[in-house]
RNA sequence: GGUUUCUUGGCCGAGCGGCUAGGCACCGGUCUGCAAAACCGUCUACUCCGGUUCGAAUCCGGAAGAAACCUCCA
């Protein structure tokens, strides 16, 4: 089957067809969290946005390599010379070693992530394993005289790289106006102008994380570590690089021209951009302090929800808006979104002992197509979740018996379920039944029926139940403290 | 202030010039010992004002409101 996948290019701005540079092989890039904190929703976007990017381009047999980094190098926290950075803070803060600080926040993130049911990475690297590269980047940058060193730090000089590139091209800025309108310059910068970045940092001596280099004992600048990392592990040039809205400028368009300076030439070829969840309509974010954490949501402890959401709930939620649009939260939406999982996982349930016929009400190959043709127009999952519920419809009549089904159809419908709902989107079923939990609980509620027969004086049924369950080789004994079970075989 | 984007029914959220998006909620019905589920049906839309067009939520212009980025943020 030939499919034509289309995705949005934030460079562009259009559509465009999706060729990799080396098909089948596909290299795609995703900025991930910097570990000073508990993953909030806000995390959860990219990470599933990418997630099922990746997901359904190796669903179409593409051979992804997906790299997403743990920046776990503090950035500072602002331009000014003496700023502190974020790891190092909370370091000084709980007295620990900033590693310890990183390595706790990064186990927490990923335990998140599992239980968002995302896919690892390929490749996950940190950005302090991969000083060198990043020191390394720096003398080429400098040797091409795109860089400038002061007093132990090294910046980019943005105005000379504009001379003959277009800084700006992915955010649609123009440099004029970012040099007339650059906020307050917070005084004493080093640098030669505003728009400049710096790319090493020379650690003031409080500074804990630091390394050495031919500069001075430092730190490598915040937009660095992607722009080593991709071109390590994926090539001067590749194919997708990810991440949030919020991160299109200055981030990536400083990376765009530390590996064009670098290497000579464009590293990405598709740009592409998760759009931000928002609480009130305004973004969630941890300097606007209006976040709530995934293990919040999870437990369902936290003043502004009104009960838990499981990890299953929070994905489907995700998916139920498109990556690139706003997704306001509110107890209401995830209520409706857990509903709404919940019906398609019965149906799921459903599916399994559905009876087929001669002939089919419905054209199941054509729901086939529409699912493909959402997932192709720029991965939308919204549209495809609405298609998989017309499958919910069809389902629920067959079972009703309105509706019938061939029996190739019932296997295709199957598949189409099993391939969208669960390869794809990545949802699985929670319920007790997929639960590891299950037989003890149903145990347990067998043994307080036969207690409770026994308390009545009810012998004929708690005997029943010890004889049906010894039928399926699961023996009852009664001991002091009460009866316990067991498997025999 | 600059750049970019958005404004759809009770809520969330698709839509890219003509065809019911979808989910949740509500209402009516079928089914039902009760409850739930399921099924069928119904009802609420395109911020406003102009323009292009046979035809616009969808294109163009203007107005109002909101957001993101311009400083760390997913």
Redesign the pocket.
Known sequence: MDHQLVVYNTLS?K?ENFEPINSPFVGMYV????VY?DG????A??AITFDIIFRYLQFLDYKVRYVRNI?DVG?????ADEGED?ISKKARLDQLEPMEIAQYYSDRYHENMDQLNCLKPSIEPRASGHIIEQIEMIKKIIEVGLGYEVDGSVYFDVIKYSKTHEYGKL????LE??LS???DLDGQSEKRN?TD?ALWKKAQPEHIMRWPSPWSDGFPG?HLECSAMSTKYLGEQFDIHG?????????HECEIAQSTACNGKESVKYWLH?????IN????????GN?ITLSDFFSGENKLLEQAYSPMTIRF?IL???Y?????F?N??L???E??LK?LM?AMDTIVNLKSSETSTSNIKELEKKCYDAMN??F?S??L??HL??G??I???V??G?ESITAEDLTLLKKLFNDFAISILGLKNESLKNNNDLPDKLMEVILNLRQTAKTNKDYATSDKIRDELKNINIVIKDTKDGAVWSEEN
């Not at 909030?40 to 995390?43: A, D, P, Q, S, T």
């Not at 998760?274 to 928002?278: A, D, E, G, R, S």
């Open positions: 701005r559509k900025c991930g969290p910097t904190g909030h929703l806000g995390h976007r990219p920046t950035h500072l926290e602002n331009d974020k955010s649609g800025r123009v106006d970012l309108n650059t906020r505003p970045f915040w991440g949030g809205m919020d991160l299109l400028f200055p981030h998760n759009n931000m969840i928002t309509g305004q973004k969630m974010g941890k300097s606007l976040f939620f139920q808006a498109h690139r649009s706003t997704l306001d509110s209401e939406a209520q409706s979104a509903k709404g019906r019965t127009d720029d939308n919204p549209i979740i609405a519920f017309e919910v419809r389902i629920n009549s079972n009703d309105k």
